[in-house]
């Protein structure tokens, strides 16, 4: 095609649009060669004609380009883009819209993002992780001047280009100053798209007004999966990781690494950045980049007064950790199971045992629970709430008869329920509603599996030897009819479940073997 190719008309086949593309000219703009696709819109390299200078262009994919919420969302990212201009911030050139075709014109960097690097070399090392978190600390830092956050940030979203030089790219999701139009729906109706699920602070997870700190955790999520080579949490389903954000507590940096190369001044920033209240992080881009360039030495920056008590108080917190663990060894094992991604579960059993049983928030929480549009919906306010009124007011009002969506909801919010009762040593209500789910023939085997499990701790707490003498042959018979009927769910347990537990349950350990297809 010519430079004087007319644009296609925006077939519904969006891909059929992307290669129909080459070739065309944009407004002042000749489309090359596609480069890749984001959430909302597909990336190209251009030649700008009248300046003769190659760029990255984004164009809104047509299926969003017919909504109108959808191309302002576009519009807002360049405003908020172009207002920054900084050595560590893709730079936003040009905004402009031909026939049906929105476009942003920005800076093409020669390099690749974070999340490639990661997949192709494994995790960082500690001088490159410092040289990211200060770049991406320091682009923070200005958009936070500006009041814009970023509230994507995520490997995919930082580029390192061929000289090394750390970009944040990607400011689709960018709040401007006091722009609150996103609601905890974002989470729902968009399917958590408004952020990725797997590097959202607990504050965005609940549609709460969001600011730097919230940009500051994302950031800590992404160092931790960068230094560690996996996030520290992870899951299929988005409603799990939003739960493991709002509850779940991370294994230690190094630990999960598995080595002790990376310094413990480092550990603790990561950790700090990543802790739930955001008044426990850092307060601002600044003060995260202060405390790392005085302690930095090793990788080249200005030295000086030390992080504080952050190195002191990993230690500490590793020691308590510890402790709690052995308090609560078993507890905390089955609450793993919960954890489950396919049951979107969530807190962790030794911080549930340390909660209050009737804590000020619960006495001044509504009793009424709000019914929502969907069961999804539904299931993320009883997720906010985590009391019992939440829980069960998912089944209440999806109905698990109603069809097999309503079903699985219903026994991951009686998982919850029973989580919740036996966090407050309500052992018998616990066991009552683990034994109706187990019970239920509507109920998939891998969740009446699972009821089991965790029913066999209410019992062995209640020291009814009988009733656990009972289930926990049930148990086995399910545990072995999941590895007949479906090997991965069995492989899945066998994995969750420590080998030590297993056995003294009478669940005979799984041959590692390659899952079904």
Known sequence: MTSETPLPTPPDDTDLASSKLIGCRLGDYQILRKLGRGGMADVYSARHLTLGRDVAIKILRSDYARDKDYVTRFRREAKAAAKLNHPNIVQVYDVGSVDSFHYMAQELVDGENLRSVLSKRGSLSADEAIEVIVGVASALEVASEASITHRDIKPENIMRSDRGIVKVADFGLARLGLDVDATRGDLTQAGLTLGTPRYMSPEQVQGHTVDVRSDLYSLGVTMYHLLA????????????????????????????RGTHDIPEWLVAIVMKLIRKRPQDRFQSASELLESIRSQATDAGFPTGATVGTAAATIRLQRVTDEARSRRNQRLRRYAAVILLPLLCTGAATAVMLSRPAKSIGRLLRPDQVPQTNSVQEQYLVALTRNDEAGWLAVSENFPPEANSINTNYYAKSMLQLARVLSGEKQWKQAAAVLERLSADPRIDRLYRTLALTQRCLALEQMNDSKRLGETRTQLQAAYRELETSNRDAALLVNRLVPEKERVRLGLQPIANSPPSS
């Not at 949490?233 to 409603?239: G, K, N, Q, R, T």
Request: hydrophobic share 35%.
């Open 229 to 256: 080579g996996r996030p520290p949490f992870e899951a299929d389903d988005p409603l799990a990781l939003a739960v493991m954000h709002l509850h779940e507590t991370p294994q230690p940096l190094d630990r999960t």
